[in-house]
């Protein structure tokens, strides 16, 4: 079975620090990785997600994510956080194994302070 | 607007009371899902459908029904609800395997059952 882990129920970073949301996964083969973030009353929204190729992914509204097959992570991260980046982030994962369903973490608040 | 609604947005019904909640959406997509959210729990799926008449079940179908009789409308049934059904319910679909492919989600519909 597949699984993700979101060690961090909260993260809490001042405006304009870099941030990282981590994410670590289980699967058997090879992964396929997404985030989504969630802001309050709506609907999750893609950010990003890895396939194959570069392990450095670049999304919407400035967050990246790097693959690291090692350490069988894929953490989400911005260089200058931002008040509106507040929100929700869940990691999910899915493989070719599992039949391409996608399971996903717990979910991490992002909290940003001015 | 390329979009997933969702209604109701908001629900409170009693035990026992057959509920619908509908799906629809207009971007011409194969896959479609139904989640549920609770907290420290993530999105866990109820159903998914992989095109018209092809519905299977996801991690946590007990207590519900799909039906795909149209490509843009996959509605969620409780035929008995039940308090345990109390839940944030999420609409989402994709152009083709959701595990490989970005997710549109619906804005979401709290359901409360007494």
């Known amino acids: 079975a597949q699984s993700v882990a979101q060690p961090e129920d909260q993260v809490n970073v001042a405006e304009g620090n870099p941030l990282t949301v981590k994410c670590t996964y289980s699967v058997s083969g090879n992964p396929y990785l997404f985030w989504y973030v969630q802001y309050p009353n709506r609907g999750l929204q893609f950010l990003l997600k890895?396939?194959?190729?570069?392990?450095l992914v670049k999304g919407s509204y400035g967050f990246e994510a790097e693959f690291n097959k090692s350490q069988t992570s894929f953490h989400l991260k911005k260089p200058s956080a931002l008040v509106s980046d507040s929100a929700l982030y869940f990691c999910?994962?899915?493989?070719?194994?599992?039949?391409?369903?996608?399971?996903f973490g717990a979910g991490t608040i992002l909290r940003v302070k001015s | 607007e390329a979009q997933v609604t969702q209604n109701p947005r908001y629900l409170i019904t009693v035990t026992g009371k057959k509920l619908t909640v509908t799906c629809s959406q207009n971007m011409n997509h194969e896959y479609m899902s139904w989640y549920r959210q609770d907290p420290g729990l993530g999105l866990r799926q109820i159903y998914y459908s992989m095109n018209v008449e092809v519905t299977d079940k996801g991690d946590v179908p007990e207590g519900y029904k799909v039906s795909r009789k149209e490509k843009r409308n996959f509605p969620l049934i409780l035929e008995s609800p039940s308090p345990n059904q109390t839940s944030l319910y999420f609409c989402a679909s994709s152009l083709r395997r959701q595990g490989l492919n970005e997710q549109f989600f619906g804005p979401g519909t709290r359901l409360t059952v007494l």
């Open positions: 890895y396939i194959t190729g570069d392990n």
């Open positions: 999910a994962v899915s493989s070719r194994e599992y039949g391409n369903k996608l399971v």
